[in-house]
């Protein structure tokens, strides 16, 4: 508890205490004089709780007068309380005030609490790095760490700053990151992120980045921005408070006068005290406490559960999506396959095979894309930089580079017809990377991409949560892409594509969208950006560590499991769940409630423990959303 939940914790009890002494010392029952039936003495004596616990909501809704920003809870408590003690009801005036404090006490003490658990679990930012100098280390503010400096990170420590570790070797986990605790061992030359934890060797560390552009600083910067961008849900409800308060409040207004008119021309006694209070009852009920805090807490909650499970969701808008998506795209290399092609067969025609596979690894030696890398793994020798010049990569069709002097161009049966190049087809099945030296065609390498082990799983499950619509997009053949689509029983394929018919073929499947059914694009974020952005929601997968992706996708997973998928719209599913239940509980009981308060059926003390009672029972159920453990995946 904060200071000043305490404070208002001690003047809840001591002016529940005040009440029932003063309650027992003017009881009819005991009858001393002055105390038990004189309404001036009881006003004097009861204004002293009342005032204890009800002198700040009296001055916000004083202040709120003055600014012109007339009707909030606290105008509504202010002229209910105040209206109850002129009526003479000093009780039910002392114990809404109280009651609502409470309710107050109890909300912020759960919004912090979640607010605190969510910076737990993301329990990823470094205090200080250790700077490696001269005589031993020198713990300094990340932020000062420039770029090539060595820091060294012991064992139980965290990587505070992206580098390339540089010496030693240890076993590292990125569980605060991904969700999922698998060590992966690192060792000199290897690239290390932060937010990782070092568990068991000494690394000393190359930054390769300032602390700003550091993972960890991404990641952090992301989910504390993402309760900025709010839901349709969240708007909805500020706009409901923004007209509701004021009606409710004419509506206690009409409520006060008209009935007493009526009776008054129909010649009947007004009783004007009689419905005064009902109109106050009326305003006690009406506050709308419960929604205003509970569904902003929901999405909070949610987001916070989704970066526990290694899920980052950068605004409820996203997350409310992600409940309504009916159509998935996915892009094939890299996010429903591992991404690691292997050399299968090297079919050349005149030039030896270690000579192909070395000109076409040089060739490829700048490149970041899958094939690329793996070619270069295939080579499994050192590359010689220097012998390559010139190297242009077209997306989606290949690469050319001149290796030695000769021009060598790599890549599929476009990039083929690009250079004039009559090429042979080949009946293995398998991604063919057609080869052309000095623009004479030179063979094919066949490389195979396998499957990531979830995959299969993830679409049915996808299915089971009613995303029916699956759809695959590649720039490979064919051929490759109808045998993973069958694989997995993905239900629509397009293949061949260049990263911009991506883009044209999501902008025809957005037609199919509407408000409740959205399209979602996956994707690992390497030449598929402008789909990502396209989307409703843009999904970028084994994001660690990629910046591009982070910065164009909506949602960030973590790692590269297509499970997480499932995950994150389960998360988005219970949370929406949740925010409806809130909404239809919290509206339902207040209809009820006003009904009977206009009737003169609910008295004021059943107004404030319906709304205090309410509220706690919509945030107790906001905080569920945060529990994403056991969301099936
Ligand atoms: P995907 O849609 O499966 O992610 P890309 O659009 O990245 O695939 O690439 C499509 C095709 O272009 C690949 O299947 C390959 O034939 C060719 N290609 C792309 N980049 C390269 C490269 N660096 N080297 C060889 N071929 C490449
Ligand atoms: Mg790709």
């Known amino acids: 508890m904060t200071k000043k939940q305490k404070k208002v914790l001690a003047r809840i009890i001591i002016s529940a205490l005040l009440l029932v002494v003063i309650g027992i010392i003017t009881s009819e029952k005991l009858s001393i004089p002055y105390l038990s039936d004189n309404r001036i003495v009881g006003l004097i004596l009861y204004i002293i709780p009342y005032l204890v616990i009800g002198y700040d909501i009296l001055k916000k809704a004083f202040k709120g007068i003055k600014n012109k920003q007339v009707f909030d809870e606290n105008f509504l408590m202010a002229v209910a309380t105040i209206g109850a003690m002129v009526l003479g009801e000093y009780r039910e005036g002392v114990a809404v005030m109280l009651f609502y404090q409470i309710g107050e006490l109890f909300q912020s003490y759960a919004v912090g609490k979640s607010r605190r658990n969510i910076s737990e679990l993301m329990d990823i930012r470094p205090d200080y790095a250790n700077v490696l100098g001269e005589n031993g280390t020198e713990q300094v503010d990340p932020d000062e760490v420039e770029i090539g400096t060595v820091i060294e990170v012991s064992p139980g420590e965290k990587i505070p700053i992206d580098g390339i570790v540089v010496d030693g070797t240890a076993s590292v986990n990125t569980s605060a990151l991904t969700g999922e605790s698998i060590p992966k061992t690192v060792t000199a030359g290897d690239e290390v992120i932060s937010g990782c934890i070092n568990m068991t060797g000494v690394l000393r560390i190359k930054t390769t980045k300032e602390f700003g552009e550091s993972t960890v600083s991404k990641i952090l910067d992301l989910v504390e921005n993402a309760s900025s961008k709010k839901s349709r849900s969240e708007n909805f409800i500020s706009r409901f408070a923004h007209y509701y ?65 290694g899920v980052l969701v950068k605004g409820s808008n996203y997350l409310e999506a992600l409940a309504g998506v009916k159509h998935i795209v996915f892009d094939k290399t890299g996010t429903l396959t591992k991404g690691n092609f292997e050399v299968t067969g090297i079919h050349h025609s005149e030039m030896e095979r270690d000579e192909i596979l070395d000109l076409v690894a040089h060739a490829e030696s700048f490149s970041n894309h899958p094939i690329g890398k793996s070619v270069q793994e295939a080579y499994g020798k050192e590359l010689d930089k220097s012998r390559v010049t010139d190297v242009e990569e077209i997306s989606g069709k290949g690469i050319t580079a001149k290796v030695d002097g000769k021009k060598v161009a790599v890549g599929n049966s476009k990039m083929m017809e690009l250079n004039f190049v009559p090429y042979k087809d080949c009946h293995s099945v398998g991604t063919i990377l057609h080869i052309a030296i000095d623009d004479e065609y030179a063979g094919h390498i066949v490389i195979s991409d396998v499957l990531k082990d979830n995959s299969k799983d993830a679409i049915k499950r996808l299915k089971k949560l009613g995303v029916d619509h699956t759809v695959m997009l590649t720039g490979d053949s064919k051929k490759v892409a109808e045998h993973v689509a069958g694989e997995l029983g993905i239900s629509e394929v397009n293949s061949e594509l260049l990263p911009g018919d991506k883009v044209s073929k999501v902008e025809e499947l957005l037609e199919l969208t509407n408000d409740r059914e959205k399209l979602a694009f996956v994707g690992d974020g390497i030449n598929d950006a402008p789909v990502l952005s396209r989307a409703d929601v843009g999904i970028a997968m084994g994001a660690l560590g990629s910046d591009a992706a982070i910065e164009a996708a909506d949602i960030v997973l973590m790692d590269d499991d297509p499970l997480k998928i499932v995950k994150a719209i389960g998360i988005s599913k219970k949370c929406m769940r949740i925010v409806y239940e809130n909404i239809y509980f919290a509206i339902g009981v207040k209809i009820i409630c006003l009904i009977l308060g206009a009737l003169g059926i609910a008295n004021m003390w059943l107004a404030i423990f319906a709304d205090v009672g309410v509220m706690v029972i919509a945030v107790l159920n906001a905080i569920r959303a945060l529990m994403v453990k056991r969301i099936a995946v």
Not at 259 to 275: A, Q, Y
Not at 287 to 305: E, M, N, R
């Open 245 to 309: 308060t004021p009606a409710v409040c004419y509506g206690a207004l009409a409520l006060a006068l008209l009935p007493p008119i009526v009776r008054m021309i129909m010649g009947l006694t007004p009783d004007f005290g009689d419905w005064i209070y009902r109109a106050l009852t009326f305003l006690v009920i009406s506050c709308p406490c419960a929604l205003v805090i509970s569904i902003p807490l929901t999405f909070f909650a949610g987001i916070g559960g989704a970066s526990k499970a």
